[in-house]
């Protein structure tokens, strides 16, 4: 079974600020990797997703995430945040051949971003 | 394209009463759709797997009998929380799988695609 860590749990950063989230997963074979957001009092929204070719992956808003297979991470980033990028973060790992019946994607704990402005 | 809607998005139901959640995939065809749940200020936790044509598979510590999935259909999938108790009161959202084709890149398959939400009060 793979999990997910998300080592801040709340960041507090000021605009234009750089910002850099981080997550680490477990899973031993292929991964899909997904950073979601999720604006208060909103739904889930795919910031960006990482499944194959290049390991620096850029989403929507600014915001970019790199693979580093050996570190088992996939840490979000962003280099000038605003204060609509409050918001909580949820970083999410399926790996592929996990599965059985039950293989919904892994959700870290997420990561509570207030920018200040 | 790859819109999920859930239905209703808030409901206020009295304890022991039972309340049924649908998530339709709008535009596409999902031979499995997944139950999530998040308590306030808490991460996702999936509740089970919903796979067209077959029985749910449930997480562990997940009750089948009290949360019962029903997968009618290639855009539907139905949540209903049975004999609700205050503490079955959460939000609960559903994510749909696009169906394999040859058509499709093997990402799109693996991608999910969310619902709003459906938020649970249970007095």
């Known amino acids: 079974a793979q999990s997910v860590s998300q080592h801040n749990h709340h960041v507090i950063l000021s605009e234009a600020a750089s910002l850099e989230l981080g997550c680490n997963y477990s899973y031993g074979g292929t991964v899909n990797l997904f950073w979601y957001v999720q604006y208060p009092g909103q739904h889930l929204q795919l910031l960006l997703k990482y499944f194959s070719g290049d390991p620096l992956v850029k989403g929507i808003k600014g915001f970019e995430a790199e693979f580093i297979k050996s570190k088992f991470s996939f840490n979000l980033r962003k280099p000038s945040v605003q204060w609509s990028d409050t918001a909580e973060y949820f970083c999410?790992?399926?790996?592929?051949?996990?599965?059985?019946?039950?293989?919904?994607?892994?959700f870290g704990k997420g990561t509570h971003l207030i920018i200040q402005p | 394209g790859a819109v999920v809607s859930q239905h209703p998005s808030w409901v206020i139901c009295k304890s022991g009463t039972s309340v049924k959640i649908e998530c339709r995939s709008l535009?596409?065809?999902?031979?499995?759709m997944f139950w999530y749940r998040q308590f306030p200020k808490q991460s996702l936790m999936l509740m089970a797997t919903?796979?067209?044509?077959?029985?749910?598979?449930?997480e562990q510590g997940v009750e089948k009998d009290k949360f019962l999935i029903n997968h009618a259909s290639l855009t539907l999938s139905t949540l209903t929380v049975t004999s609700a108790h205050p503490e079955d009161s959460s939000f609960y959202i559903c994510s749909a799988r696009a169906r394999p084709s040859s058509q499709l890149a093997q990402y799109i398959y693996n991608e999910q695609f969310f619902g709003p939400g459906t938020r649970l009060t249970v007095l």
């Open positions: 999410a790992v399926y790996g592929l051949g996990s599965g059985g019946g039950a293989d919904g994607l892994t």
């Open positions: 919903s796979n067209e044509g077959s029985k749910a598979t449930y």
């Open positions: 535009d596409f065809q999902a031979t499995t």
